[in-house]
């Protein structure tokens, strides 16, 4: 006949609450993710004799990046002036230059807050600015989007204030 042990049948009946951490409830938030990470002193990590870690490789967010933006700075020109020269209402046109000037901005400011909000310091608030900026950009094109569907549009929205600043 077989006969079965006790303790290998069942062993999680007899420890429910083996494995599992147990949570304190508490009331008080925990603010420690939003506190600036510690930088050591001179923002200096590990010592003179260490290799300087190596960035991944990006074409993009390197030398291609910065074409790009040199582009989209150079193409704004012709976009601004070619409205008010040729007195002729070209709504793709128009809502071409509204986009550029709006992606222009956007990679300005992502520059502002990669400079001036860096990850490393500021963890959380580096990542909360990128959103809000991102944000900020969704509503700009939304914006420019009615602009163009049920308004005059841009262009001709700066002609009526350069006419009629009142």
Not at 1 to 14: E, F, H, K, S, V
């Amino acid at each position: 006949m077989l006969r079965l042990q006790p303790g290998i049948i069942r062993p999680a009946l007899r420890f429910p609450t083996a494995g599992l951490a147990k949570r304190t409830i508490s009331l008080k938030p925990d603010f420690n993710k939003y506190k600036l990470i510690e930088q050591p002193a001179g923002y200096i990590v590990g010592t003179v004799n260490e290799a300087t870690p190596q960035a991944e490789i990006n074409y993009f967010h390197g030398s291609y990046h910065w074409s790009y933006e040199r582009l989209l700075a150079v193409a704004l020109v012709p976009l601004a002036t070619t409205p008010f020269i040729s007195q002729v209402d070209f709504p793709i046109l128009d809502a071409l230059l509204a986009t550029s000037v709006l992606v222009h901005s956007h990679i300005g400011f992502t520059s502002c807050i990669i400079d001036y909000i860096p990850k490393r310091v500021y963890g959380i608030w580096h990542k909360f600015a990128r959103y809000l900026l991102t944000l900020g950009t969704t509503v700009g094109l939304y914006g420019i989007y009615q602009m163009e569907t049920t308004d005059v549009g841009l262009t001709n929205l700066i002609k009526k204030i350069w006419k009629n600043p009142n």
